[in-house]
Nanobody, 127 residues
Framework: VQLQASGGGLVQAGGSLRVSCAVSGFTSDYYTIGWFRQAPGKEREFVSF????????YYEDSVKRRFIISRNNAENTVYLQMNSLKRGDTAVYYC?????????????????????WGQGTLVTVSS
């Protein structure tokens, strides 16, 4: 299984950017994708997740109503549309995948619950 994150870059505060995660190697579409981010000197934190069939999504509070996660299973790609970007959104964004069962309902917020990770893409928001 491989994940390839792309689409990061430099954007001004208030602008928009879409990052993508191309997934290969899963034998079915039923895998959950999570987006996490890590700012310099900080721990990796949850941003958003989407279920395999796209039926459920969830966002960390600071990105609600600004970020939108979506997926195109025909293209094996998950997108994170980021709008109204703030300087505090500056970080390396990672996508992660999990195809196994989990024992608690909020597992998707925990990096250690994901088996596969992409290499990350840097998003820098300038003032």
């Amino acid at each position: 299984v491989q994940l390839q994150a792309s689409g990061g870059g430099l954007v001004q505060a208030g602008g928009s950017l879409r990052v993508s995660c191309a997934v290969s190697g899963f034998t079915s579409d039923y895998y959950t994708i999570g987006w996490f981010r890590q700012a310099p000197g900080k721990e990796r934190e949850f941003v958003s997740f989407i279920r395999g069939d796209g039926s459920r999504t969830y966002y960390e509070d600071s990105v609600k109503r600004r970020f939108i996660i979506s997926r195109n299973n025909a293209e094996n790609t998950v997108y994170l549309q980021m709008n109204s970007l703030k300087r505090g959104d500056t970080a390396v964004y990672y996508c992660a995948a999990s195809g196994r069962l989990h024992s608690f309902s909020t597992w998707y917020q925990k990096p250690e619950e994901f088996e596969y990770w992409g290499q990350g893409t840097l998003v820098t928001v300038s003032s």
